[in-house]
């Protein structure tokens, strides 16, 4: 069997080259889509990350504003920041760079952003519509990976999904929209006892821990379908993901690689969700 090689970037590009034609069509009508976005201290990753995210928006025409912070800025003084931003009429999304420095509790943070312009689907009230089967924002990684299974016309009713990893950001939120997508689902973390059998048993295996060659070809069923979402750096300093891509060829059935899979798809359903935004605020 040849293992397919999902391709994130061709996919990423037409949605946002759809989203340019959106963009256009609010345009004429006097709304420009608004991304505000935060970023504190000098993380490097998070200023590559920014970076990406503003280009991005620049080219499907949504205006964006970076604000930068010192890593000392207070919990107080970066809250009224965002309250700022949620009553500003030309901001229709609000995204606050994580990991945020230590002395800031995080979910203060994101409690303060607007649910209307909460793009990240970080906000409790929008983990509480996806829970519940009504989401107002999709998370935007997870956005992309159910995207990205619907474009290679993946079957996900009625099949085993596995995610390895159970954070806010990939983890949970996936694991609840495949579950309402009927299928069944097992959430592993880092105290599963036998990870391997629980990863054999997925026809769609989900991978987002942050560590390279966590799952191998030993630890997959023939022509399962492989959603990486690590990016990290080998010994060779070379990106790879948490999957080791070599040794699954020949017996998974597709995967994403990295880079080129996942990361890029994250970027667009951020426009998506900004541009949604806009249109929800017509709509209202
Ligand atoms: N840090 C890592 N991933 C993300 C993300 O999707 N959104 C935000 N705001 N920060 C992140």
């Not at 107002?136 to 995207?147: A, D, E, R, S």
């Not at 954070?167 to 990870?195: D, E, F, W, Y």
């Not at 990295?258 to 994250?266: A, D, I, K, L, Q």
């Amino acid at each position: 069997m040849k293992t397919k090689i999902i391709n994130g970037l061709k996919l990423s590009a037409k949605i946002r080259e759809d989203l340019k034609n959106k963009v256009n069509q609010l345009i004429d009508k006097n709304i420009t889509p608004g991304l505000a976005v935060i970023i504190v201290g000098n993380n490097q990753a998070s200023q590559i990350y920014v970076r990406n995210k503003v280009k991005a928006c620049n080219e499907v025409g949504i205006s964006s504003i970076e604000e930068a912070y010192s890593h000392d800025i207070s919990e107080n003084e970066l809250i009224k920041n965002i309250h700022r931003l949620n009553v500003d009429e030309k901001i229709n999304g609000i995204l606050v760079q994580l990991p945020l420095p230590s002395h800031i509790d995080t979910s203060k943070i994101i409690e303060a952003i607007d649910p209307k312009k909460d793009v990240d689907g970080f906000h409790v009230i929008n983990a509480g519509l996806l829970m519940t089967g009504k989401p107002m924002f999709l998370p935007c990684t997870p956005y992309g990976i159910i995207k990205l299974l619907e474009s290679e016309n993946i079957n996900i009713r009625g099949s085993e999904a596995v995610i390895v990893g159970a954070s806010n950001i990939v983890g949970k939120p996936i694991a609840m929209i495949l579950l309402q997508a009927g299928a069944t689902v097992t959430i592993c973390n880092s105290k599963t006892k036998n990870l391997k059998e629980h990863t054999q048993r997925a026809d769609i295996l989900i991978v987002a821990t942050g560590k390279p060659n966590i799952v191998d070809g030993t630890m997959i069923k023939k022509g399962a379908i492989l959603i990486d979402v690590g990016i990290n750096r080998d010994n060779q300093n070379k990106i790879c993901g948490d999957i080791n891509f070599d040794s699954v060829q020949g017996i998974a059935g597709a995967i994403t690689p990295v880079p080129g899979g996942v990361g890029p798809m994250t970027i667009a359903m951020l426009l998506a969700n900004t541009v949604k935004s806009a249109e929800n605020k017509i709509k209202i």
